[in-house]
């Protein structure tokens, strides 16, 4: 079983260009999480996705990102008009949709986004 | 809201010898769940443990225990024997209970360094 798929892992952009970071989540899982990290900082979390639904995007700037997970392919974070503080490694983790307690989160080796 | 504070930015060990990270939580939920993480060089995040708060007894993972005191809200991590392969970044994370899925609220991390 294929872990949690994440690319680009590395992604260069200039200012005001678009990036998009893909997560293609384990096999079976239907829940998706989207984690920021700046450097020399902890995992702070964007935005939480069940399949075509958005569910917890509290952590998410208010312009300029957008998340989606469609019925079929994998997890899309976009950037738009991307900015130097933009830049940090972008996790994605999977969960499956287990009731009873906290499903554990697996998460993806990250996109380190470079804004230049 | 729950925050996790990791007042330890960095700490080092000898091999084969304990070393303990430090962790305190702050919230307002009577459920919730506690977790350390491992990031090494690769970012790979990897569960190293958690921690039901409804549980008094410590978790333990073979050469990881925690050490959960919820009166202080404390959750510190101790590595016996330590290893070459137990250098990383620690995160300790928390996770509101009441619910299989959502988002995990991370510290700023411990730089553990193993010395041979």
């Known amino acids: 079983n294929a872990g949690v798929m994440q690319n680009p892992r590395h992604l260069v952009r200039r200012r005001g260009q678009e990036a998009r970071l893909r997560c293609s989540p384990m096999?079976?899982?239907?829940?998706v999480y989207w984690y920021r990290q700046l450097p020399e900082e902890g995992l702070k979390f964007m935005v939480y996705?069940?399949?075509?639904?958005?569910?917890?995007e509290s952590g998410m700037p208010k312009e300029r990102f957008s998340a989606e997970f469609p019925k079929e392919g994998p997890s899309i974070l976009r950037i738009q008009q991307v900015v130097r503080g933009d830049s940090a490694a972008y996790f994605c983790?999977?969960?499956?949709?287990?009731?009873?307690?906290?499903?554990?989160?697996?998460f993806g080796p990250g996109t380190r986004l470079t804004v230049l | 809201a729950q925050t996790v504070t990791q007042s330890q930015p960095e700490m080092s060990v000898q091999e084969a010898e304990t070393v303990t990270l430090s962790c305190t939580y702050d919230?307002?939920?009577?459920?919730?769940?506690l977790f350390w993480y491992k990031q090494p060089p690769s970012r790979q995040m990897i569960l190293v443990i958690r921690q039901e708060a409804y549980k008094q007894q410590n978790a333990t993972e073979n050469r990881f225990s925690v050490n959960f005191q919820k009166a202080a809200k404390s959750f510190s991590l101790k590595i016996s024997d330590s290893q070459l392969g137990d250098a990383a970044m620690y995160f300790c994370?928390?996770?509101?209970?009441?619910?299989?899925?959502?988002?995990?609220?991370f510290g700023q991390g411990t730089i553990l360094t193993v010395h041979p």
């Open positions: 983790a999977s969960s499956p949709g287990l009731a009873g307690g906290p499903n554990e989160q697996f």
């Open positions: 096999k079976g899982h239907s829940h």
């Open positions: 996705l069940q399949k075509e639904n958005i569910i917890d």
């Open positions: 919230t307002s939920e009577s459920d919730y769940y």
């Open positions: 994370a928390s996770f509101k209970g009441g619910t299989s899925y959502g988002k995990l609220t």
